[in-house]
């Protein structure tokens, strides 16, 4: 007797995704006539008008990130399953043969010859034996890469002529296709073997077993910087590195508001964010090598920016320094994604200790989503039925890129949750995610003085050390009348002298939530050695003390020096002390 399926129905799957395909390919339409344009041929080598992450509009994204989406997913469904899954597994030879023809610079050979070569020729110049070169360029041109023209003869067309060398793609491609994807054929090895299946090190990647050094190690010479320098300009140009100016109100930013770019590389991402906001300043941080190489691409790029000390090179260890204090954003941007949980929450806690209380840590990286939909996800839900909730193919390289991080460095890539979590533990408290594109732009603030608002963070006393920027952050600006309420924070942001019904008296400030029932304060003699100190001395401690046991509160001695010197909320209940 048949039984009545569940599964869901894969006929009115076919014609949703059918449908979502058309209404997506319309939009693209409309927004290339609304630009005066056509829709470019796959046989154009044309650059397009949308042709970079920054210049694509919101609708046009959502457009195209559906019909990447929608066409996998129908094709899987309506396909042979043993067909499709075999066909994944052959996948590999794509970026093995992308290897072959970007070594041999076969984009390069063809350029301006739209009628294309005869493979005969194009083996010659590349030093490669045409039979072999002709069914490489095939099965590429078979997945849209490079056309076919005629009969063994080969032409570029849009994507293979990102394969050019002088096109920074090509530089991703290399370090891709090369050293990753050899790694990567230790990836099971690595996870089975007991002694480094949990690791975290850079020792015991895929990447290590491959290579015999890691990552880090791989490029020290002077020509493997310079391949791994060409990477990154080509992994910016792809993750959109441009989209920094539109997805923030930088517009509403004060004047000389101060951007500190840690583990900024070269500072490619802020020196385009100072191109378009001149009002602002940079400071860039990472390692004194790299340093260097930013002075120079700065003074390349942008020499008046340099020229009128519109930027700042300042070379540090991010584990072990402080960023410049003060600043009014810290700017970290695909950093994280490079360290496991504990290393990353080292760079966080030591930028939380340079912040102001006004400061905002913006961390720019991918941000990950569950393939299923969950009630509580609003961006998932954003994404038509019966898309996968994280837009599946669409976004397929952010999950691709999570293993690969797991692949040369043992780190990874995060969802939202996991970002709130180490930022919390670093001292932050999550204020905002802005949609950037394929990557999320994630706001920050200072963990305790964030839930008090513009008022409370512009009646701070000014810093103890000199602050490199006298603007008061965006969020000061215009503030609001103080309330009731407001003016009892001030007052308990100082540091007191509060004595209780017992007879102790505690010296210490207010941390507690906006509900003041009780007050949490700190005793920096009671606590500062304590069980509860961490390995800084930076945590002393904290009370909570109901309201009815408080006897009097006293602010501190005005001109007497304060046990403490200062005094910073981490996130949550915790607090700093210095
Ligand atoms: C993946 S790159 C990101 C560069 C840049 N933010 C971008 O988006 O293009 C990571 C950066 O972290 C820097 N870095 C690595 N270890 C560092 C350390 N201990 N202190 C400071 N910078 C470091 C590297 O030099 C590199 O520029």
């Given at each position: 007797m048949a039984t009545e399926s569940t599964a869901p129905n894969g006929t009115a799957e076919i014609t949703m995704l059918a449908n979502l395909i058309t209404s997506a390919v319309q939009d693209v339409v409309k927004e290339y006539s609304a630009a005066g344009h056509s829709v470019p041929s796959l046989n154009s080598t044309e650059q397009g008008p949308f042709d970079a992450p920054h210049l694509v509009s919101p609708a046009l994204s959502r457009a195209i990130q559906t019909i990447e989406a929608a066409c996998a997913q129908l094709s899987f469904t309506v396909?042979?399953?043993?067909?499709?899954?075999?066909?994944?597994?052959?996948?590999?030879?794509?970026?093995?043969?992308?290897?072959?023809?970007?070594?041999?610079?076969?984009?390069?050979?063809?350029?301006?010859?739209?009628?294309?070569?005869?493979?005969?020729?194009l083996a010659k110049q590349a030093g490669l034996d045409p039979g072999k070169l002709c069914r490489i360029l095939r099965m590429l041109a078979t997945k849209h890469c490079f056309k076919e023209v005629k009969p063994d003869v080969f032409a570029n067309n849009r994507l293979?002529?990102?394969?050019?060398?002088?096109?920074?793609?090509?530089?991703?491609?290399?370090?891709?296709?090369?050293?990753?994807?050899?790694?990567?054929?230790?990836?099971?090895?690595?996870?089975?073997?007991?002694?480094?299946?949990?690791?975290?090190?850079?020792?015991?990647?895929?990447?290590?077993?491959?290579?015999?050094?890691?990552?880090?190690?791989?490029?020290?010479?002077?020509?493997?910087?310079k391949r791994f320098a060409q990477a990154m300009v080509g992994w910016g140009a792809v993750t959109g590195r441009s989209m920094l100016p539109k997805v923030y109100p930088w517009d509403k930013i004060p004047q000389d508001a101060i951007i500190c770019d840690i583990g900024g590389g070269n500072g490619h991402a802020t020196l385009g964010l100072v191109k378009e906001f001149p009002h602002l300043k940079v400071i860039l941080q990472d390692t004194p090598e790299v340093i260097q190489q930013g002075r120079v691409y700065w003074n390349t790029e942008h020499p008046q920016a340099v020229e009128n000390q519109r930027v700042r090179f300042v070379a540090m260890d991010f584990f072990v320094d402080q960023p410049v204090s003060n600043c009014d954003f810290y700017y970290l941007r695909h950093v994280l994604h490079d360290w496991p949980n504990a290393e990353a929450i080292k760079i966080l806690t030591n930028i939380r200790k340079a912040m102001k209380s006004s400061s905002r840590l913006l961390i720019h990286e991918f941000v990950l989503q569950h393939a299923v939909r969950e009630p509580k996800d609003l961006s998932a839900n954003q994404v038509p039925e019966p898309l996968l909730a994280n837009y599946g193919m669409a976004r397929i390289r952010l999950y691709q890129q999570d293993i690969n991080t797991m692949n040369l460095l043992n780190s990874k890539e995060r969802t939202l949750e996991e970002f709130i979590d180490l930022a919390r533990q670093g001292g932050f408290k999550f204020e905002h995610l802005w949609?950037?594109?394929?990557?999320?732009?994630?706001?920050?603030?200072?963990?305790?003085?964030?839930?008090?608002?513009p008022v409370m963070a512009s009646s701070l006393p000014p810093p103890a050390s000199p602050s490199p920027s006298l603007s008061p952050s965006p969020k000061?600006?215009?503030?609001?009348?103080?309330?009731?309420?407001?003016?009892?924070?001030?007052?308990?942001?100082?540091?007191?002298?509060?004595?209780?019904?017992?007879?102790?008296?505690?010296?210490?400030?207010?941390?507690?939530?906006?509900?003041?029932?009780?007050?949490?304060?700190?005793?920096?003699?009671?606590?500062?050695?304590?069980?509860?100190?961490?390995?800084?001395?930076?945590?002393?401690?904290?009370?909570?003390?109901?309201?009815k046991m408080i006897t009097k509160v006293e602010a501190h001695i005005p001109g007497q020096r304060p046990p403490l010197n200062g005094c910073n909320g981490g996130g949550g209940d915790s607090l700093y002390m210095w």
């Open positions: 396909a042979n399953p043993g067909h499709v899954v075999t066909n994944k597994s052959y996948g590999f030879y794509e970026p093995a043969s992308l290897l072959v023809v970007t070594n041999a610079k076969i984009a390069d050979i063809l350029l301006d010859k739209p009628e294309g070569m005869h493979v005969q020729d293979s002529i990102q394969l050019v060398s002088s096109n920074p793609v090509s530089g991703l491609v290399v370090h891709m296709t090369d050293e990753a994807f050899k790694a990567a054929t230790f990836l099971d090895a690595t996870l089975t073997d007991p002694k480094t299946a949990s690791s975290t090190s850079t020792d015991d990647t895929p990447f290590k077993r491959a290579h015999g050094v890691s990552l880090f190690d791989f490029y020290t010479t002077p020509e493997g910087k949609d950037s594109g394929e990557a999320g732009l994630i706001e920050f603030s200072a963990g305790f003085f964030a839930f008090l608002g000061d600006a215009s503030p609001p009348p103080p309330t009731a309420l407001d003016r009892l924070r001030t007052l308990l942001r100082e540091l007191l002298r509060i004595s209780t019904t017992d007879g102790r008296v505690f010296i210490g400030t207010f941390a507690g939530t906006d509900k003041p029932l009780n007050i949490i304060l700190i005793n920096a003699e009671e606590f500062r050695m304590g069980p509860g100190a961490d390995p800084d001395g930076r945590f002393v401690g904290q009370v909570m003390l109901p309201w």
